[in-house]
């Protein structure tokens, strides 16, 4: 049984790390709508999408899943997980590890990402995006 240490929170996020005594992967807790806690690797979301009519954030996962999360989300809230996050329009963000490049303002992801083709780089967002692209 794994076990974690406790690195912070927001309302909606609980940031954990494997209390491994060295550096393993992040991971943190998120809050669906009805309540449910559910642990989740970084590497194991290739981005976030924002739902307007329902007004909620699904992360999309490796396995081809999606999990709502908890209403009161905010983007900002799930930029400030992981470094690899970044808000590429106003209803995306990615995860910049499965980010293989920009073609135009379609992003083109790493499998099993690869074959989404919604994920649009706005202009407002597009100046950090390839600033942190660049630092990879």
Same mark, same amino acid.
């Given at each position: 049984?794994?076990?974690?240490?406790?690195?912070?929170?927001?309302?909606? $996020?609980?940031?954990?790390?494997?209390?491994?005594?060295?550096?393993?992967?992040?991971?943190?807790? !998120?809050?669906?709508? !009805?309540?449910?806690?559910? !642990?989740?690797?970084?590497?194991?979301?290739?981005?976030?999408?924002?739902?307007?009519?329902?007004? $909620?954030?699904?992360?999309?996962?490796?396995?081809?899943?999606?999990?709502?999360?908890?209403?009161?989300?905010?983007?900002?809230?799930?930029?400030?997980?992981?470094?690899?996050?970044?808000? $590429?329009?106003?209803?995306?963000? $990615?995860?910049?590890?499965?980010?293989?490049?920009?073609?135009?303002?379609?992003?083109?992801?790493?499998?099993?990402?690869?074959?989404?083709?919604?994920?649009?780089?706005?202009?407002?967002?597009?100046?950090?995006?390839?600033?942190?692209?660049?630092?990879?």
């Amino acid at each position: 049984r794994q076990r974690y240490k406790f690195i912070g929170f927001t309302p909606q $996020i609980i940031t954990l790390t494997p209390d491994t005594g060295h550096g393993a992967e992040k991971s943190f807790m !998120v809050v669906t709508p !009805v309540g449910d806690l559910r !642990v989740l690797r970084v590497s194991d979301i290739g981005y976030f999408r924002y739902i307007s009519d329902r007004k $909620i954030w699904e992360v999309a996962l490796a396995n081809g899943t999606f999990i709502p999360l908890k209403r009161n989300t905010r983007a900002e809230n799930l930029c400030a997980y992981d470094a690899a996050f970044v808000q $590429i329009h106003q209803s995306y963000i $990615i995860n910049m590890n499965y980010l293989l490049m920009v073609q135009g303002c379609q992003c083109v992801m790493y499998p099993p990402f690869n074959n989404v083709d919604e994920l649009q780089v706005s202009k407002k967002y597009r100046k950090e995006m390839m600033e942190r692209f660049c630092q990879l």
